[in-house]
């Protein structure tokens, strides 16, 4: 899937003067990590998790990250790594 943004799919960049100074433009794609916290009604535990991905929208974030690198070598820098359920 590829989610750059328009004008760097496109070639688009252009030279600003700021200051005196040329500055060139940059669209950066910054990787993020976080985690939603979403409530649904479900007969078990996988269930649960099978209906949560489903349904799982933008406002469900309960907290992100924006990062250089989501992981270096074998270390993870993300608030979480695997999905949990829990009954309520």
């Not at 252009?14 to 979403?38: D, F, N, Q, S, W």
Request: with cysteine; proline share 3%.
């Amino acid at each position: 899937m590829d989610i750059q943004h328009p004008a760097r799919r496109q070639g688009l960049g252009r030279e600003i003067e700021l200051h005196g100074e040329t500055m060139k433009e940059y669209c950066v794609t910054v990787p993020i990590c976080g985690y939603a916290v979403i409530t649904v009604e479900a007969e078990d535990e996988d269930a649960a998790i099978a209906k949560a991905l489903d349904e799982v929208q933008l406002s469900d974030m309960g907290s992100w990250d924006a990062l250089e690198h989501v992981c270096e070598g074998n270390c993870f820098h993300g608030p979480m790594n695997d999905i949990e359920a829990e009954e309520q």
